[in-house]
């Protein structure tokens, strides 16, 4: 995530408190837990780029957090603009004991994940947009609040990051289209929460996802990511690579996490990766 701001001191603005690394270790880092490390960092260029790097050197469950990054990246290597402690910006390293076909589910695991937890402890309502942004409302208009990018990482890794705005306010947003859980009236902002919340409840799907084998029915990942995806029952665009576009209703996710869209012409096809844009609101 791309900061306009540099980092003037920890208590540069007072409204956005550092993280308390110690504290948060202490909270989810336990013996039988999954996160094994958790370190926060003042400023870095992309966490997912740090973590990867030492991806074969660190056991699952290592996480990273940025108070700023000043080169983080989306999907297409997009960027993402946040002031720095206006957020969580975070990696996470998984190696999942899972078939490998089945690690696509990572990204919409994440987003189920963050959406359950945010949504307790924030009390905002967050949904999916398929298959890696976080949604909430901002005086009734649809906004993206958040993203999530999972990349391989090593011999047997995956790092998935997630990016968070929490407390920016309209003139820090970095396109009109922008949210933050502020803007959406959360109950809370306090970030050390709203971090602890995202990490308990990746480890609770992620366990559940792999001792299941990967399997998102069975596991029950696939009715909660079709319970809260606000893509799904709504016409699409679904922009592919090769310059090739796809419109349709989204009618589904299969078993590999891939986008189901019935056609004009009556069939259906199955989008693996691709932009997707919204082209009727929300029933």
Known sequence: MTSSQGSAGRWSDLDRPPLNAPALRHALVLPDGLWTSLD?????????????????????????????????????????????????FL?????????????????????????TG????????LTLKWPND?????????????????????????????????????DELPVPAAGSLLLADAVSTDRDTLLRAVLRSLEQWYGAWVRAG????ASGL???????????????????????????EAVGVDGDGRLVVATEGGGTEAVAAGDIVHLRAAG
């Open 40 to 88: 926060v960092v003042e400023s870095t260029g992309s966490t997912n780029t740090d973590l990867a790097a030492r991806a074969d050197a660190l056991p699952e469950g290592a996480v990273l957090v940025a108070e700023e990054q000043t080169s983080g990246r989306g999907r297409l290597d997009r960027a993402w603009t946040a002031p720095a402690r206006s957020g969580l």
């Open 222 to 248: 696939l009715a909660a990511y079709e319970e809260r995806c606000a893509t799904l029952g709504r016409r699409v665009r679904a922009e592919l690579p090769g310059e090739r576009k796809l419109e349709g």
């Open 134 to 170: 976080l949604l909430v409302r901002v005086a009734g208009e649809e906004r993206k609040t958040g993203g999530i990018l999972a990349e391989r990482a090593g011999a047997d890794g995956v790092v998935v990051g997630l990016g968070l705005n929490v407390s920016l306010r309209p």
């Open 118 to 125: 945010l949504s307790k402890a924030a009390g905002a309502d």
């Open 91 to 115: 990696s996470v390293l998984l190696k999942p004991d899972v078939p490998v076909h089945r690690w696509g589910w990572l990204p919409l695991l994440t987003g189920v994940a963050a959406a």
């Open 214 to 217: 990967g399997d998102p029915a």
